[in-house]
């Protein structure tokens, strides 16, 4: 067989996997706020009173004047819906079966981007007050899904 | 100067902290899969230890076996003539004792890499595989080897095909 000629008996490519796995860790502040969801179904923001700024998810610094902030309070389950989109692909392309409705959620000066329930697309509207449903104490795990979705307050 | 430091900033953690539930965290995994198109020269010489043969190329400008086999010589920058079955036998040009696995893992009994000098080829041309089946104190480098294969039908045209060296009989 000539040298330059493939052998097509040959494997003709190796195949592998390396196993990358990672931990991310919340971090300080993160790790007050996931707990605070965990443990006391409470959505924590912190304010700085420098800038009168109230940051939701809550802070350890000021991201204006760079300050520590040390004023941690509760913003409260309820918001109002700021954006929202309908999602109707998963994360690896392949058509959703039920469209999802996000948006993001307003609450105190930040707000969290979440999952909307108990509504549909036609009805929501920007500017829409919604509340947190939190899954019951035993399931809660210290994730952002601890909130199983918004819904509309009254609705 | 960081010897100096006594204090580090920031919030150490240990493995016992994860395990207890002390800190919140996520895990994820890569998908990380990938395929190596092999080429010419290594497609063949990975088909030969399937077969049980250790290949080499011959350049005849340079009177030189190489292995793995290339499709280009080295030196001379021309096609390479023809491929060339070598001996599974040889000896070891260098080696090491190694106590921890590819992973980091601490082990009581060493891995010992080496390359080994493959009998048919050119002088100094070898390949880097594991040796077994001896005491690690006894490995000298020049110590005369011989390739332990993995049963035909376990094969699979890899370089793991050889399970590793081992000291052979003639010595």
């Given amino acids: 067989m000539a040298l330059l000629e493939r052998d097509h008996n040959a494997v003709q490519s190796w195949r ?3 196993p990358v796995t990672n931990r991310y860790t919340f971090g300080l502040a993160g790790e007050r706020f996931f707990r605070e969801i965990k443990d006391n179904g409470r959505i924590m923001g912190s304010i700085c009173h420098h ?11 000021c991201e204006r004047c760079l300050n520590p902030v040390e004023d941690w309070v509760e913003a409260g389950s309820s918001g109002e819906v700021h954006s929202f989109t309908l999602v109707c692909v998963n994360v690896d392309g392949s058509p959703k079966e039920v469209a999802e409705l996000i948006a993001f959620v307003r609450l105190g000066d930040g707000g969290l981007v979440h999952r909307i ?22 399931e809660r795990i210290g994730s952002i899904l601890d909130i199983e979705f918004f819904r509309p307050i009254g609705g | ?25 996520n895990t994820d995994e890569m998908h990380a899969e990938f395929a190596w198109d092999t080429g010419v020269g290594i497609g063949s010489y990975l088909a030969a230890l399937k077969d049980g043969v250790i290949l080499g190329s011959y350049c005849s400008t340079c009177r030189k076996t190489v292995v793995p086999p290339r499709t280009v010589c080295e030196w001379c920058f021309r096609p390479m003539n023809h491929y060339v079955p070598l001996h599974d036998t040889g000896k070891i040009m260098t080696f090491s004792l190694c106590y921890v696995t590819w992973d980091v893992q601490r082990i009581k009994e060493p891995l010992i890499p080496a390359v080994i000098e493959i009998d048919g080829a050119s002088s100094g041309h070898g390949i880097l595989h594991l040796v077994n089946e001896v ?23 890899a370089i793991t095909d050889i399970l590793y060296f081992k000291p052979s009989e003639e010595a």
């Fill in chain 1, 16 to 18: 592998g996997n390396l």
């Fill in chain 1, 117 to 138: 329930g108990e509504t549909s697309i036609e009805e929501i509207y920007i500017g829409m007050p919604v509340e947190a449903v939190f899954k019951p104490a035993s």
């Fill in chain 2, 135 to 157: 005491d690690p104190q006894l490995v000298r480098i020049g110590m005369r080897v011989q390739a332990v294969w993995k049963l035909v039908e376990d094969r699979q045209g």
């Fill in chain 1, 51 to 61: 800038c009168d700024i109230n940051y939701v998810p809550g802070v350890n610094f």
């Fill in chain 2, 1 to 25: 100067m960081s010897s100096e430091k006594i204090e580090f900033p920031g919030t150490s953690l240990s493995e016992k902290d994860f395990e207890k539930g002390n800190i919140l965290y």
